[in-house]
């Protein structure tokens, strides 16, 4: 049998078979938003995946509750688990009514009051537990979604391809570059878009026929009829092995037993272009917002004609290549949420989040500044990640740290980077995180500034680039002064400098 991606005719489908307002009315959306998110380290300490901020104006889950909502799918229930607060808090200021005359809902779906551990087993389990909510609602066709990923999407055209097709389950897919695909589900279909194979999660992947580089990856997007999933929950609800997982049970279990379709987004979709992101790791969450301000041909936060709710009102910002000068200092090709105070610094193709306050002559590049965060003056930071109400202190220097095969890598800078040492002085301590990168690959990278009363512009840097390696030397000049010292363990790197 042969895979491919080919087009999927569905907008013909709709006009000719479907009326798609129909389609929606009999569509229940469920969003997965219980995800604990640890591949993004301290980003996820304090709030879930899908809570996580996105594109200065935005949460994760912003994109998901908004296709529904431009789908014309106006019930959507909410499953949570994991550090929910701030998500409930969003869904109850932004997404009280899913439609625009209050018609239909958003409801979070909390784990704590559903069940007796206070958690879901698993994201089928989710779905389970909540199912005398879906019963109720008489939906014909039930729409399972993740709640933290960055796409914009129209479900219409593929409700319509289920009910043309006769499936009894649909994935939406698309190809994913192969060094990557054993972080997603990987599927393999043939001519008639039937699946043939699902593995989630594959240590070695299957890639597509005459394409080494590219296999076929699940976006997490689900149309199941109501009563085959019913029945398909309650059997793995009493499966002692199962994890319970949609990816790793349900799914692969069905191959071969239902009719399960896939359906390309491509980037002949009439909306979003089939940009299709899983910001799950740190590199990812940066690399989604460097192509956002790179521009993403079909992609547009602004975009009219699908709108994206949101807790404040995107402003305009400088076209890319384009500068415009402010009292407040130098914006180009970035975006700046509202609440920011920059006192004449540069910014360039960054995104600033809410309530940032950025002080004179730093310079930030290839950044992503988190809520509440503060730099300080004379501060140059590059491809950097700045998690949410952290302090740079005056004068820091953190520059690219760069993986062995020479690709660009982002530094997350949590605030226990900046930690008060013992000394009351202004000694601070560094802990680097190691970032884990393609097969066997490690990326160490350690940045460090300090200061004492002798010397108050004094500045520690230091890049550390290694290949599985457990024991790193490192530099430090200061003011022609050299120091060498040995770190030891691959998982996290410490140092402290006295003045």
């Known amino acids: 049998m042969q895979s491919h991606t080919g087009h999927l005719p569905a907008d013909t489908v709709i006009q000719s078979t479907f009326d798609p307002r129909h389609l929606s009315r009999k569509t229940v959306a469920v969003v997965l938003a219980g995800g604990k998110g ?57 997404w009280r009514h899913a439609g625009e005359r209050g018609e239909g809902f958003v409801e979070p779906w909390r784990a704590q009051r559903l ?36 796409y914009q999407m129209d479900y ?16 939406g897919c698309v190809e994913i570059p192969i060094g990557t695909a054993s972080e997603f589900g990987v599927m393999s279909i043939d001519d008639a878009r039937r699946v043939v194979r699902f593995t989630e999660k594959p240590s070695c992947p299957q890639s597509l026929p005459g394409r080494p580089d590219r296999a076929l990856g699940s976006m997490g997007i689900y149309v199941f ?91 305009p910002t400088p076209p890319a290549n384009e500068g415009s000068v402010l009292p407040a200092g130098n914006i180009t090709q970035s975006l700046v949420a509202g609440g920011c105070r920059i006192e004449g610094a540069t910014v360039h193709h960054s995104v600033l989040f809410g309530n940032v306050s950025i002080a004179e002559h730093s310079d930030l590049s290839n950044a992503v500044v988190c809520p509440d965060a503060v730099i300080g003056r004379y501060c140059t930071l590059r491809d950097v990640i700045v998690a949410s109400g952290v302090r740079i202190p005056d004068g820091t220097t953190i520059l690219p740290a760069l993986h062995p095969a020479g690709v660009e890598t982002p530094t997350l800078v949590t605030a226990e980077m900046y930690s008060t040492g013992d000394s009351g002085k202004h000694d601070r301590k560094l802990r680097g995180r190691a970032g884990r990168w393609g097969s066997g690959q490690q990326r160490f990278s350690a940045i460090r500034a300090a200061r004492s009363r002798k010397h108050p512009s004094f500045h520690c840097i230091s890049r550390m680039v290694a290949a599985d390696s457990s024991m790193l030397h490192k530099r430090f000049e200061h003011h022609g002064m050299h120091k060498h010292a040995k770190l030891e363990g691959r998982d996290h790197v410490r140092e402290k400098i006295s003045g």
């Open 38 to 94: 640890t591949r993004l380290g301290a980003l996820t300490r304090h709030e879930c995946k899908p809570a996580l901020p996105f594109g200065a104006f935005y949460r994760n889950i912003d994109f998901s509750l908004s296709n529904c909502v431009n789908s014309g799918i106006h019930r959507i229930g909410v499953a949570t688990q994991y550090q929910d607060a701030s998500l409930i808090q969003h869904l109850s200021r932004v």
């Open 225 to 315: 009829n109501r009563r085959l999933l019913a029945r398909l929950l309650r059997q793995d609800a009493l499966a002692p092995f199962s994890s319970h997982d949609f990816g790793h049970d349900l799914l692969p279990g069905l191959i071969g037993q239902a009719r399960v379709i896939a359906y390309p987004f491509t980037r002949d979709a009439t909306v979003g272009g089939g940009y299709w992101r899983d910001v799950g790791t740190i590199a990812a969450y940066w690399r989604a917002h460097m192509e956002l301000l790179d521009g993403i041909s079909g992609f547009q936060l602004d975009d009219a004609r699908w709108p994206l709710r949101s807790e404040q009102q995107p402003a």
């Open 156 to 171: 219409r055209p593929m409700l319509a391809c289920h009910a043309a097709s006769g499936a009894d389950v649909t994935v």
């Open 115 to 150: 069940t007796r551990g206070g958690s879901y087993r698993g994201t089928a389990d989710a779905v389970l537990q909540n199912w005398d909510r879906i019963e109720v609602l008489g939906a014909e066709w039930l729409l399972v979604l993740a709640g933290d990923h960055v």
